[in-house]
């Protein structure tokens, strides 16, 4: 996937993109509310775009939560680009960021469906399986040395 590049957004001129990613995949497609998906935290957060082509068709966003722990949120492929391992890349991205922080924890709270992707980057899960948004969630932790 030669063809692929992700970079930390520059907001606010990138936040169009990300928000027409973002509203495409949890409103339209997963029929989440806009005021739960745009939460006032984007402004106090890093977001991420990745170009497939030169196309943005991915997305995510780092919230720093406290002096060492960072959360990953808001990872959405568009469907014309899932299934080559984008959101795999950019959530490797995401913790490539966080560790040049000095973060030594990252948590997520992973839409259950997708849990193993988080897995395969030795997220481990942490407690029960929770709604948000109406959609089964799961938090998950990884520390980073």
Request: proline share 2%.
């Amino acid at each position: 996937m030669s063809n692929l590049s992700i970079k930390i957004a520059k907001t606010p001129q990138d936040f169009p993109t990300i928000k027409a990613i973002r509203q495409v995949v949890f409103q339209d497609e997963q029929n989440v509310d806009p005021a739960l998906e745009f939460d006032g935290k984007d402004a106090i957060s890093e977001h991420l775009i990745a170009y497939l082509n030169e196309e943005a068709v991915g997305t995510a966003r780092i919230r720093y939560l406290e002096d060492k722990t960072a959360k990953i949120e808001r990872l959405a492929v568009l469907s014309t680009a899932r299934g080559q391992g984008i959101g795999t890349k950019i959530m490797e991205k995401a913790l490539q960021i966080i560790a040049n922080k000095n973060i030594t924890q990252v948590v997520i709270h992973a839409q259950e469906y997708v849990k193993d992707l988080y897995k395969k980057l030795n997220f481990i899960e942490d407690g029960e399986i929770f709604e948000e948004a109406s959609i089964r969630h799961v938090t998950m932790r990884k520390n980073i040395s």
